[in-house]
Each structure stands twice: as C-alpha cells, then as structure tokens.
T-cell receptor, first 114, second 115 residues
C-alpha cells in the first residue's frame, strides 16, 4: 500500500469549472510537493510546503491554488483552467527538505481540461 | 542551476540480461543527491535508489545499482537480471543542498523488457 494517496485518480473538467485535487501522506513526513507532468516534458515542480508553510512557488499561474492545512494533507484548487493544463499531477512527500531526503510519490491525478 | 540529461529516449533489453540507463548532470553545488525513479504505466513514481555526492561507494539496492562517476558527472542506473515488470519509464533526478533547491528531473528513458 502506497504511503501517499491522491484523489481523484482521473478528472475531466471544463474551463469554467472549479475542482480540487487532494493528497494525503501516511508517512509522518514534514514536506509535501505538487508536480506537473506533461507529455514529453520533464517533471515540473509547482509548489513546496514544509511544516505547512509554502516554501516555493515555481512561477505557477494563479489559476492553481495550493492549500496545506496540516503536514499530512495537501490540496490543489483549480479554477478557470486551460486545455494546456491537461497533465498528470503528482503529489510527493519527504521527511524533510534537503538533498538526502528521497521523495515518495502518489499515483497521480490525470487531469483533462476540455 | 541544476540540469539532468538522459540521452536515451527508449531502450530495449532481453529478459534476464543487464541494462544500463544513462544519466549525466550539471550543478555548481558542492554537495548534492542523485535519485532514480521508476514510473510504470499506472503513473506512480517509485523511488529506486539514492547516491550522495560524498558517498565513497556506489549505491546498490537489490537488482539496482548506481554507477557514480563524479568526475564525469554521471550517475548511470544498472538493472541486473531484467524482468518483464521492469518495463517502465525511468527518471534520473538530483537535488542540491544550497537553500531549498528543488528536485530536478530528466526527461526519462522508456525501458522495454522483451521475453
């Protein structure tokens, strides 16, 4: 059983919809991450949270809004998305920030924007 | 800035044979970590192996080993005794220690194991 879960696994939404992606980690980690994986592009870091505080926003458009209510949960709120936002959105967690801390990933949410 | 280069978009290997997946990196950080992840068609990124830049020995985890050549800035993944279940995308990644540097990924190599 994976220590990082994501819901939903698949999501189809229109450009005017508002939806949220949920991530939960059961590993007791303190850092959580959102990544975007588009076809034929490297994995792109979107946001980093450490002890519930956002430490990095990698120039992500404001139509993506993260929320981290506690160290175990991470949300990505979506509104007025564009078709080019269609991608696999991966959540990850690590024990702490730092180069020696491996990140554990969830199964991802495959998002399609119509 | 950090950069990961994986020059092999796709690789084929016969079942039970060994295969090497290439990874080169570029960084100005004196200390960094190197990672390999496997991504099957289900989408989940599975951590495989980690190598610290100051580790004296190459990392090994079961059938996975990392051929770390610091002077060449390469961190190739070696999979021994390939299995059909090894067919997946493989990503090399690195992270520096200066500030909160992010984990930087390469574009990946698609490995196909043939029976």
């Amino acid at each position: 059983e994976t220590g990082v879960t994501q819901t939903p696994r698949h999501l189809v939404m229109g450009m005017t919809n508002k939806k949220s992606l949920k991530c939960e980690q059961h590993l007791g980690h303190n850092a959580m991450y959102w990544y975007k994986q588009s076809a034929k592009k490297p994995l792109e870091l979107m946001f980093v949270y450490n002890f519930k505080e956002q430490t990095e926003n990698n120039s992500v458009p404001s139509r993506f809004s993260p929320e981290c209510p506690n160290s175990s949960h991470l949300f990505l709120h979506l509104h007025t998305l564009q078709p080019e936002d269609s991608a696999l959105y991966l959540c990850a967690s690590s024990r702490a920030l730092g180069s020696y801390n491996e990140q554990f990933f969830g199964p991802g949410t495959r998002l399609t924007v119509l | 800035a950090q950069k990961i280069t994986q020059t092999q978009p796709g690789m084929f290997v016969q079942e039970k044979e060994a295969v090497t997946l290439d990874c080169t990196y570029d960084t100005s950080d004196p200390s960094y970590g190197l990672f390999w992840y496997k991504q099957p068609s289900s989408g989940e990124m599975i951590f495989l192996i980690y190598q610290g830049s100051y580790d004296q020995q190459n990392a090994t985890e079961g059938r996975y080993s990392l051929n770390f050549q610091k002077a060449r800035k390469s961190a190739n993944l070696v999979i021994s005794a390939s299995q059909l279940g090894d067919s997946a995308m493989y990503f090399c990644a690195m992270r520096g220690t200066t500030g909160n540097t992010p984990l930087v990924f390469g574009k990946g190599t698609r490995l196909s194991v043939i029976a």
